[in-house]
T-cell receptor, first 115, second 112 residues
């Protein structure tokens, strides 16, 4: 049973560029959440998707957008990259049937460096 | 914004000793969860305690929750060098939302 997978593992971009990160949820999970973790900090909630729609959003600008596909996989897109977007981006999945308040399983993350 | 505040920020102990980490939070919660993170990798779920529970055990882990004080503690007994990691508490607030709100984490170092 594959856990949550993310790609790529590392990414280097320059300011102003755009980036797309990908996530495949754990088998049987239909809800995907994205988090940003800056160095030395705890993860910060970006947004959550289920049924292919954004359901909740944290305090992040519109430069951060996402998508969920019918197979429940998800993408995080960041436009007009800033130096401050350098962080570890974590994807987490959970089963919606459980009310969305159960354990979230995290992927290994994508480390993004913006130069 | 961070919901949880872990204490201490860093903890160094000898292998075999017990490690106690504390977490305080601000709003009413549905549940509180503890996660471990090794060297900036993905988070590993350790234990979930619901707002109507006071104590929970899982192997060498013991978690307590005091909703009146809005605080939780994680006890790791008989620590091992492999327990060296960052530990985070995260809460899911009462209501319909399901986002996790994390603290800044505790760095635990277990000396062999």
């Amino acid at each position: 049973d594959a856990g949550v997978t993310q790609s790529p593992t590392h990414l280097i971009k320059t300011r102003g560029q755009q980036v797309t990160l990908r996530c495949s949820p754990k088998s049987g999970h239909d809800t995907v959440s994205w988090y940003q973790q800056a160095l030395g900090q705890g993860p910060q909630f970006i947004f959550q998707y289920y049924e292919e729609e954004e359901r909740q959003r944290g305090n992040f600008p519109d430069r951060f957008s996402g998508h969920q596909y019918p197979n429940y996989s998800s993408e995080l897109n960041v436009n007009a990259l800033l130096l401050g977007d350098s962080a570890l981006y974590l994807c987490a999945s959970s089963p919606r049937l459980a009310g969305g308040q159960e354990t979230q399983y995290f992927g290994p993350g994508t480390r993004l460096l913006v130069l | 914004s961070q919901q949880g505040e872990e204490d201490p920020q860093a903890l160094s102990i000898q292998e075999g000793e017990n490690a106690t980490m504390n977490c305080s939070y601000k709003t009413s919660i549905n549940n509180l969860q503890w996660y471990r993170q090794n060297s900036g990798r993905g988070l590993v779920h350790l234990i979930l305690i619901r707002s109507n529970e006071r104590e929970k055990h899982s192997g060498r882990l013991r978690v307590t929750l005091d909703t009146s004080k809005k605080s939780s503690s994680l006890l790791i007994t008989a620590s091992r060098a492999a327990d060296t990691a960052s530990y985070f508490c995260a809460t899911i607030s009462s209501g319909a939302n399901s986002k996790l709100t994390f603290g800044k984490g505790i760095t635990l170092s277990v000396r062999p």
